[in-house]
């Protein structure tokens, strides 16, 4: 629900800069295997987070970004998969570097202005932040 509420918050702040906003219509966000986000429970979430806002009625698009590591000593790369391979399957070396999965990026949002037209809109902040 954190998560849900920080993506809500961001876009209701850009939305409330860009001004003459009059609805969000999609947010897309890219979240990695390794986030440590169900996409399931981020999508229910973000529905109930959305309520009595400008993004009410909104639709969250996922774009699931897969977890990869490279060996340091090998530079092999390879797909760590879930729960996470970090031994280097070519060498079994252990000093290993994330080089993606755990993304969770605002990619765009599309939202109405007072002009009646759906316009995309660059991502707000990223990564998304929990702190709030």
Do not use: N, Y
């Not at 987070?49 to 969250?60: P, R």
């Not at 699931?64 to 590591?69: S, T």
């Amino acid at each position: 629900m954190s998560v849900a509420l920080a993506v809500v918050d961001q876009v209701a702040e850009a939305a409330a800069r860009a001004g003459d906003v009059t609805a969000v219509r999609s947010v897309r966000l890219r979240v990695g295997e390794l986030a440590g986000v169900v996409p399931d429970a981020l999508a229910f979430s973000f529905e109930l987070a959305c309520a009595g806002t400008l993004l009410e009625g909104a639709e969250l698009v996922t774009e699931a970004v897969p977890g990869r590591a490279r060996c340091t000593p090998c530079a092999h790369e390879w797909a760590v998969g879930m729960p996470p391979q970090l031994t280097c399957p070519g060498c079994g070396g252990t000093r290993t570097e994330l080089l993606a999965g755990r993304e969770l990026q605002i990619v765009d949002v599309h939202w109405e202005d007072g002009h009646k037209h759906s316009t995309p809109h660059p991502p707000t902040r990223e990564p998304i932040s929990e702190e709030r």
